[in-house]
């Protein structure tokens, strides 16, 4: 099944042939997400051997011993920073755990910054020398692709164009390399990461080894979307949501185990999730409200305080 969900050129927005061509991609974009809260980018400008090489130090370090990962696990972090073993996560509403594990990579920040008491400091696994060049130099880069994202959607809903540039500059976003083992024959559920919204404003998602991600559309339909290997699937989250009232939809998804032999293969994928800076109070913005959309959230909220109301919800606090 061909999946509906656009995908489309960021470089009619970073280096368009015309203002008109650069307002058809701002305009392509919000349709979008209007229509899916999700859309596919291409020609985004991130080299495929920096993402190789990512992927390479990210496998290395799952292929290590139980035991060695689980010395980088921080109990009561929440899993702000290093390495979340198998079985803790769980969907919202879900009576299954997970079944992944991953490491968190967070923003480089001064000791003496005042987002520090909510933003440790990365943890780095020792095995793999690798890891941390080429994991934050991933993080760098998709947070940078990002910014661009979203000043393409402030233009799309009246705001200037670098509206969320200082709201995003220290924001706690998080790099999640993930491994999904392959799946044993048993009782064991096939949906390897359960129905649920991301948190954040945008999420960016590059390199999925293996199909599995589906979309629930507006009709209630779970589609596929296994995007093409020079694009990078991004989608609203529930922050963003919030924000604009639900002009952008975060939409419900999931990681399915794949059918035939793939089931028994594992699965690698790696999520950047774009954070406002802890402080930034999400509160709708006037724009978005309308006689037909009236304000669903009348009680604005940090974006720290949401962060740690969701965790709370999936177990990870």
């Known amino acids: 099944m061909t999946s509906q969900i656009p995908t489309l050129d960021i470089r009619r927005f970073t280096h368009p042939a015309s203002p008109e061509d650069r307002q058809a991609f701002v305009d392509a974009l919000g349709a979008a997400y209007r229509e899916w809260g999700f859309a596919g980018i291409r020609n985004h400008g991130i080299p495929q051997a920096r993402i190789d090489a990512a992927y390479a130090a990210f496998r290395e370090f799952f292929a290590l011993p139980d035991e060695a990962k689980r010395r980088y696990h921080v109990p009561g972090g929440g899993g702000a920073r290093g ?47 690798a890891f941390r060049e080429v994991g934050y130099g991933l993080y760098q880069a998709l947070d940078a692709l990002g910014s661009q994202v979203l000043s393409a959607l402030a233009l799309h809903i009246g705001l200037p164009e670098d509206w969320f540039a200082d709201k995003t500059d220290s924001g706690n976003s998080i790099l999640r390399p993930l491994h999904y083992p392959p799946i044993p024959d048993g009782d064991v559920p096939n949906i390897r990461s359960g129905a649920h919204e991301d948190i954040n404003l945008i999420t960016l998602l590059v390199g999925a080894s293996a199909e599995g991600l589906q979309v629930l559309s507006r009709k209630g339909q779970w589609v596929p979307f296994t995007a093409d290997a020079d694009t990078i699937v991004v989608n609203i989250g529930d922050m963003l949501q919030r924000l604009t009232n ?49 304000n669903r959230y009348p009680e604005p909220i940090t974006a720290q305080g949401y962060l740690e109301e969701r965790l709370r919800e999936i177990k990870l606090m």
């Open 83 to 129: 390495y979340t073993p198998f079985g803790i996560e769980t969907a919202k509403g879900s009576q299954h755990f997970d079944l992944k594990e991953f490491w968190h990579i967070g923003r480089e920040i001064p000791e003496d910054s005042k987002y520090r008491s909510v933003m440790s400091p990365n943890l780095w696994p020792e095995e793999v020398p």
């Open 246 to 294: 639900h002009v952008y939809p975060s939409t419900t998804h999931r990681v399915v185990n794949p059918p035939g032999p793939k089931a028994r293969e594992p699965r690698y994928s790696v999520p950047f999730f774009l954070h406002p800076n802890p402080d930034f109070l999400i509160d709708a913005l006037p724009s978005c409200i309308t006689p037909d959309n009236p």
